[in-house]
Nanobody, 117 residues
Framework: QVQLVESGGGLVQPGGSLRLSCAAS????????MGWYRQAPGNQRELVAR???????TYADSVKGRFTISRDSAKKTVSLQMNSLKPEDTAVYYC???????????WGQGTQVTVSS
């Protein structure tokens, strides 16, 4: 059974930091590209950051220099360190696992991040 379980969301003041974690199970983690997406009310889900199976990282322009994605294949986890948070970062953040050759695409249940004073 595939599971992606996010943790670490919450309420933080502008300028603060949060660290999101995603624990994966039920699939060959090291083969998959892992990503974090977010969706704010009224908006489409958008890519925040992605780390490929080989370690290459990709970031949305809006988070470059503030967010860092990392993966630990031994622990089967992917993390998102978020610094200098802004109110516009407020959204539900979702963990994603994707393996294109087999058309596999898995999602976590999401974790709320709210940036507000």
């Amino acid at each position: 059974q595939v599971q992606l379980v996010e943790s670490g969301g919450g309420l933080v003041q502008p300028g603060g930091s949060l660290r999101l974690s995603c624990a994966a199970s039920g699939f060959a983690f090291s083969w998959y590209n892992m990503g974090w997406y977010r969706q704010a009310p009224g908006n489409q889900r958008e890519l925040v950051a992605r780390v490929a199976s080989g370690g290459t990282t990709t970031y949305a322009d809006s988070v470059k220099g503030r967010f860092t994605i990392s993966r630990d294949s031994a622990k089967k986890t992917v993390s998102l360190q978020m610094n200098s948070l802004k109110p516009e970062d407020t959204a539900v953040y979702y963990c994603n696992a994707k393996y294109t050759p087999w058309n596999k695409d898995y999602w976590g249940q999401g974790t709320q991040v709210t940036v507000s004073s």
